[in-house]
T-cell receptor, first 115, second 116 residues
């Protein structure tokens, strides 16, 4: 168990470019979440997968944001036509089935800077 | 919708002292879970302690304990015998019971500094 892995750790992009981030959850965790954390704020929930099904996506910030989890394993978060306001830390977390009070395991995040 | 409020943006205490971080929340749910997470500088978020709302007994994990007041919707974290490694951002978080499809709702965090 190597924890939740996120790549890249840092991404600098020019405004208007598309970016994609990857998250590899803990292998036995079927639930996967994406969060955005801006400076001085707590993480903000974006979207949720149970296996390969995206069960909650209404909290994605705009139609420029999309996420996938093919085959219920790794997940990708894509931001199209990036804007300076997209600069933030993007966190991925996974959780096992069974729910309850099981806490989430977070990755180290991808820090996006849009210039 | 749920909200979580952490009213202390920053706290600073001397090593070995006891410190309490405040958290209040607002929800119409009766069944839910509360968490405290620690986020050291440039490092990943780590679960410190969790509390099930249906349990009256306050959770304890070594030097960390909570004071859960369900009626007051308050969930404070007490750190005893504080250590330099406790320096970090601390986030209070709420999760509805029933699958967690809407994820965690976080407060804005408290920056805790432990002075040598």
């Amino acid at each position: 168990d190597t924890g939740v892995s996120q790549n890249p750790r840092h991404k600098i992009t020019k405004r208007g470019q598309n970016v994609t981030f990857r998250c590899d959850p803990i292998s036995e965790h079927n639930r996967l979440y994406w969060y955005r954390q801006t400076l001085g704020q707590g993480p903000e929930f974006l979207t949720y997968f149970q296996n390969e099904a995206q069960l909650e996506k209404s909290r994605l910030l705009s139609d420029r944001f999309s996420a996938e989890r093919p085959k219920g394993s790794f997940s990708t978060l894509e931001i199209q036509r990036t804007e300076q306001g997209d600069s933030a830390m993007y966190l991925c977390a996974s959780r096992p089935a069974g729910g309850g009070a099981y806490g989430y395991t977070f990755g180290s995040g991808t820090r996006l800077t849009v210039v | 919708a749920q909200t979580v409020t952490q009213s202390q943006p920053e706290m600073s205490v001397q090593e070995a002292e006891t410190v309490t971080l405040s958290c209040t929340y607002d929800t119409s749910e009766n069944n839910y879970y509360l968490f405290w997470y620690k986020q050291p500088p440039s490092r990943q978020m780590i679960l410190v302690i969790r509390q099930e709302a249906y349990k009256q007994q306050n959770a304890t994990e070594n030097r960390f304990s909570v004071n859960f007041q369900k009626a007051a919707k308050s969930f404070s974290l007490k750190i005893s015998d504080s250590q330099l490694g406790d320096t970090a951002m601390y986030f209070c978080a709420f999760m509805r019971s029933g699958g967690g499809a809407d994820g965690l709702t976080f407060g804005k965090g408290t920056h805790l500094i432990i002075q040598p």
